[in-house]
């Protein structure tokens, strides 16, 4: 099993970062946000779904593999961890985030402190009706979603409307797409906004510690 890590100086926990469905965990927005992470004090690993390993050994495209595969995998990646005390969170960019926060709502989950989704996929592009959420309130602990405001799989219009949890708690970036991109015309970059969801992600496991 293929392991990147990004070790944080005196870490606050470690977060096991999974990629969206596209993107390997190696991708510009991956390589980024664990480095922004790292820099803020949080240790991350990331890992490759079966399918997406299979695209990087093979060169060429694989569909996701089915939920159930995924969950296990992710399994597989908590239960392969080295033992270094550290808190263990769970998360991921789009897909990934879903995967986490599924398996944080699985009454057998491993031990785990909380959930970091980096844009979350609320529902399709276009389908604001067929959401993503009926798991969320079986979660068994705290999460953070990082949400562009422009992001297609879920604006803060449609977002305000589906109830959510109190064990979850929204931020959102000015500007930003689902990859974290601001318009041209705001004055920011992708990287202002990457640093923002690190800082918040940061800020928001430290607080969960310390009221531990």
Same mark, same amino acid.
């Given at each position: 099993?293929?392991?990147?890590?990004? !070790?944080?100086?005196?870490?606050?926990?470690?977060?096991?970062?999974?990629? &969206?469905? #596209?993107?390997?965990?190696?991708?510009? =927005?991956?390589?980024?946000?664990?480095?922004?992470?790292?820099?803020?004090?949080? +240790?991350?690993?990331?890992?490759? =779904?079966?399918?997406?390993? $299979?695209? $990087?050994?093979?060169?060429?495209?694989?569909?996701?593999?089915?939920?159930?595969?995924?969950?296990?995998? =992710?399994?597989?990646?908590?239960?392969?961890? @080295?033992?270094?005390?550290? @808190?263990?969170?769970? &998360?991921?960019? +789009?897909?990934? &985030?879903?995967?986490? +926060?599924?398996?944080?709502?699985?009454?057998? !989950?491993?031990?785990?402190?909380?959930?970091?989704?980096?844009?979350?996929? =609320?529902?399709?592009?276009? /389908?604001?009706? /067929?959401?993503?959420?009926?798991?969320?309130?079986?979660?068994?602990?705290?999460?953070?979603? !990082?949400?562009?405001? $422009?992001?297609?799989? #879920?604006?803060?219009?449609?977002?305000?409307?589906? #109830?959510?949890?109190?064990?979850? +708690?929204?931020?959102?970036?000015?500007? &930003?797409?689902?990859?974290?991109? @601001?318009?041209? $015309?705001?004055?920011?970059?992708?990287?202002?906004?990457?640093?923002?969801?690190?800082?918040?992600?940061?800020?928001?496991?430290?607080?969960?510690?310390?009221?531990?």
């Amino acid at each position: 099993m293929d392991l990147l890590w990004n !070790c944080a100086e005196q870490p606050a926990a470690l977060l096991v970062l999974a990629h &969206g469905a #596209g993107a390997p965990m190696d991708s510009d =927005f991956m390589n980024a946000m664990a480095e922004a992470l790292a820099d803020r004090g949080i +240790s991350v690993v990331r890992f490759e =779904f079966p399918y997406m390993a $299979r695209r $990087r050994q093979e060169q060429r495209k694989f569909p996701p593999n089915r939920a159930p595969q995924l969950l296990a995998h =992710f399994r597989d990646v908590l239960a392969a961890l @080295p033992d270094d005390n550290l @808190p263990i969170w769970i &998360g991921g960019k +789009s897909m990934g &985030g879903r995967m986490a +926060s599924l398996l944080a709502a699985e009454t057998d !989950c491993p031990p785990i402190h909380g959930v970091v989704a980096l844009g979350y996929p =609320f529902h399709p592009p276009g /389908k604001p009706e /067929k959401t993503r959420t009926e798991h969320l309130p079986h979660l068994a602990v705290p999460m953070l979603i !990082c949400q562009g405001e $422009r992001d297609p799989f #879920g604006k803060p219009q449609e977002v305000t409307n589906y #109830g959510l949890p109190q064990a979850i +708690s929204l931020h959102w970036l000015p500007h &930003g797409d689902h990859d974290f991109r @601001p318009l041209k $015309r705001s004055g920011l970059e992708q990287t202002d906004l990457i640093g923002d969801a690190a800082v918040r992600a940061a800020l928001f496991i430290r607080e969960i510690r310390a009221a531990q």
